[in-house]
């Protein structure tokens, strides 16, 4: 049988309706209009339109967006001033500056400046901290997708065998850490695999509920799935380009041969994509509603 698609773009609608309420209503009991401040330097194209995006999600919602946009050039104490000043702006809420940073700034010491309560990509120490003591306050945006995939499409967490594939700062790790709390939603036995795993296979096919985000095409074929999981598939690899000159994508799952096999799929695109921005909007009325 054919796997059920789990469309992102369908749940990021449902959630961004959600906030769209939830903002309208912050607004009239509490005269609190939520801000976010995204801070580009350079203008690298993907990270511009990562921003347009963001400040464009921020509209729709009814969120505040405040744009800095600093020229490639600029100093790193400049760009720690303006964090500073961000952090004592009383009408943003969320700070969320863009990456890659240019070559000469310390990237590390730009995040690690942003006040942790107004950290909505959740990558300060503080709020990774958090996290690992179960304490979440600002779940880093892809990983907190990804729990709303497996979670609103329908896919029991608890106790369930969860597998990731990767283990880097802003995906795998995060979202293991998240799926083994004790908590609602979680509370799953995770394993995560990496590239010097021993038979990757072993444990993918053991998996009622796999995530992969290792940024490899064809990473997971059908024989590595178990008949009936959940695959959720974070890879965004371009394959080429498409007739009309525009980039074709891939996860790193084998979708076609795995959604004979899965139970439920996330496609690429249209799965975790939508979700990120979506969560870091969440984490924007959160941080908002929070503020003493
Ligand atoms: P990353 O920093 O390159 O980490 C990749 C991880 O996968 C590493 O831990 C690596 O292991 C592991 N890995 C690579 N190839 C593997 C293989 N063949 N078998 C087992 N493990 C393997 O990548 P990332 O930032 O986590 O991103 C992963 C993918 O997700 C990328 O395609 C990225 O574009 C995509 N992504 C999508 C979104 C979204 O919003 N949709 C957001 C973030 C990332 P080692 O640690 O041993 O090297």
């Not at 790790?173 to 394993?191: E, F, I, S, W």
Request: proline content about 7%.
């Amino acid at each position: 049988m054919t796997a059920e698609i789990i469309s992102g773009k369908e749940v990021a609608k449902t959630i961004r309706a959600e906030l769209t309420e939830e903002v309208a209503d912050l607004k009239q009991t509490r005269g609190i209009v939520p801000g976010l401040a995204t801070v580009l330097v350079g203008e690298d194209p993907a990270s511009v339109s990562y921003v347009t995006a963001k400040g464009k999600a921020c509209d729709k919602i009814g969120i505040n967006s405040f744009q800095h946009n600093l020229p490639a050039d600029t100093p790193e104490d400049e760009l720690l001033k303006l964090i500073d000043q961000l952090n004592n702006n009383d009408e943003v809420n969320g700070i969320l500056v863009q990456l890659p940073l240019p070559g000469h700034i310390d990237e590390n010491r730009v995040l690690y400046a942003i006040d942790p309560d107004k950290d909505v990509d959740g990558f300060h120490p503080v709020n990774v901290g958090r996290l690992v003591i179960g304490e979440e306050v600002f779940p880093p945006c892809t990983p907190a997708g990804i729990r709303e995939l497996i979670v609103r499409g329908g896919t029991p967490t608890e106790g369930a065998e969860l597998v990731v594939v990767g283990r880097s700062n802003i995906v795998g790790k995060p979202v293991a850490v998240m799926m083994l709390q004790k908590k609602d939603g979680a509370n799953a036995t995770v394993t995560v695999c990496h590239t010097r795993t021993r038979n990757m296979a072993e444990h993918t096919r053991r998996a009622d509920i796999l995530i992969v985000a290792a940024g490899r095409p064809r990473a997971i074929t059908a024989d590595m799935v178990k008949p009936g999981a959940t695959v959720i598939d974070v890879g965004v690899n371009r394959i080429g380009t498409t007739s009309s000159g525009k980039a074709k994508l891939a996860g790193d799952v084998d979708f076609e041969a795995v959604k004979e096999v899965a139970g439920k799929i996330t496609p690429v695109p249209g799965g975790v994509g939508p979700m990120t921005i979506t969560m870091l909007m969440k984490n924007t009325v959160k941080a908002a509603k929070l503020k003493p």
